[in-house]
Every structure is written in C-alpha cells, then in structure tokens.
C-alpha cells in the first residue's frame, strides 16, 4: 500500500470480545440495582458512545425514562447518570478480562501492516479504568496498538473527531484522508467520517449481530445472513465506505481504498 498511512481500531466487537458482549450483562445488571428493568437489545442501541453518554441515552428512551421515574420517584437526570456510571464503570472494570479474547485474524492483520509500514491507532468507547484490564490479555496474544485514546481523555467523545484527532498527534500521521478508522458501531463510523477518515464497518463480530462466535456459528445459515446483512446496512447507512464481516477481511479492503486513493478519490 502506497497512500493509506494508518489504521485506527475500535476494541469491543473489532479487535476483541466477538459480539461486544461484556458491557451488555452489566448495563442490565446494573440498571436492575436501580429498580429498572431494560433489555439487551436496549442496552446495545446507543453501543459506540463514552459510557457516560450511553447511559445517558438510555435514560432517554421514554419507556426507560418512566420506569426510572417509577422506581426512584423523580424523572432522570445528569444526577441519575452519574449514580448509575458510578456504579457501572466497577462492575464492568470486573469482568472486561474475562471478554478480552482477540477476535480471530486481529494479530494476524495487526502484523501484516506493520509489515507494511502503517501505524496502529485505537480508540475505545471505554474508561481507562477498564482498559487497564484488557490491555494486558490483548498484548499476551499479540495485539498491542501503537497508541490508544479512551472515553474521558478528550472534551468530548464519538460521534464528535477528539480521539481521532489525538490519535494523529500520537502517531504523527497526516492528512486524515491517508487513515482509516475500523468500527462495529454507528457512533464510532460517524467519529471516522467526522475526522475525515475513510471508515470500514465491522458487522458479523460486532454489536450489530451481538452475538459469540460459537453463537454466530450454531446459526442457520439463512438466519446468520439475515443478521449479517442487517447489521452491515445499519453501518453503511451511518455512511461507512465499506463494511466487512470480521477484521480477518481487512486486508483486501484497505488495497481498494488504497487504490481510491491513487485515483486522487477522497472520503
């Protein structure tokens, strides 16, 4: 590859823990603690955001917002967003390791474009409380990023360009057309296309199918299909300029944009 200078990985449903499922569990369990009953499909709507701004999102939801209101006797606000994060951020720092597993073809992809002479950026809809528990499994298999910008190092997170933006200074790459942001979530392909990245959506691993490996595979093939393509319409409807199943199809997709690119095309 001639153009594209740097590749900037989401983590949840991209690199590592296939399905985005660690944060699922605990937004349920911890909204229950509170009296509020929400659903997994609920809890992954706003999957993307700084947690913070997910929870808010959620308390936004009419249905939500009434059942708070009905458990804690006053309508949700910034207040009831802080109660909630203070106890959600523990309980998701506890569990992050045991959903750190590399999703397969992320080292081997890693490797092949270093080889290649590209940077490798991330940004992560995380606290760094909880990165701190993931890192270390990610890099004993093979997966350690050249820089990494989480949820609460910038003034404000995805959809707006902060971390993308920090992640140039960190890798010292530019102009943003020769980076391509890889992502599972709407608000993490809208933080590529706002910093003027190219962006390559991630479905069949990612919260979209929110589904395990073992799961996606178990799937009828028909249905497995129908979820796939589902989930990869919401992310080219966000504007994405490709979507590819899992990051083990990498690879060819940043030769096409790279190609794109030798045309003078631009994102």
């Known amino acids: 590859m001639q153009h594209v200078r ?6 949840a449903g991209t690199t590592v823990d296939y399905g985005s499922r660690a944060p699922m569990g605990v937004f349920v369990e911890v909204f229950a603690r509170f009296g509020v009953d929400i659903t997994v499909s609920e809890a992954r709507g706003p999957m993307g955001l700084p947690k913070w701004d997910h929870i808010k999102a959620l308390l936004q939801l009419p249905r939500v917002a009434a059942a708070w209101e009905s458990a804690q ?31 397969p073809g992320t080292a081997e992809t890693v490797a092949q474009l270093r080889g290649r002479g590209l940077r490798i950026g991330s940004t992560t809809g995380y606290t760094r409380d909880i990165m ?15 820089n990494l910008v989480c949820a609460g190092d910038t003034p404000q997170g995805r959809p707006t360009p902060f971390m993308i933006y920090r992640t140039f200074l960190d890798l010292a790459v530019f102009p943003a057309w020769a980076c391509v942001k890889v992502d599972d979530t709407e608000p993490g392909i809208a933080e590529g296309l706002s910093a003027g990245c190219w962006t390559v959506g991630v479905s069949l691993s990612g919260n979209g199918v929110g589904l395990s ?30 979507v590819i199943d899992t990051v083990a199809d990498l690879i060819p997709c940043l030769e096409a944009i790279d190609r794109r690119l030798e045309r003078d095309d631009r994102p």
């Open 6 to 11: 740097a590749v900037i990985f989401d983590w």
């Open 73 to 103: 006797g006053s309508p949700p606000d910034d207040a009831a967003v802080d109660r909630i994060y203070h106890v959600f951020v523990p309980a998701n720092v506890e569990v992050a390791a045991d959903y750190a597993q590399l999703i």
């Open 132 to 146: 701190d528990r993931i890192l270390p499994v990610a890099e004993a298999q093979g997966f350690r990023p050249d």
């Open 213 to 242: 490996r073992q799961e996606v595979a178990a799937l009828d093939p028909s249905d497995r299909q129908a979820r796939n393509d589902a989930a990869r319409q919401r992310l080219l409807a966000t504007g994405a300029h490709a």
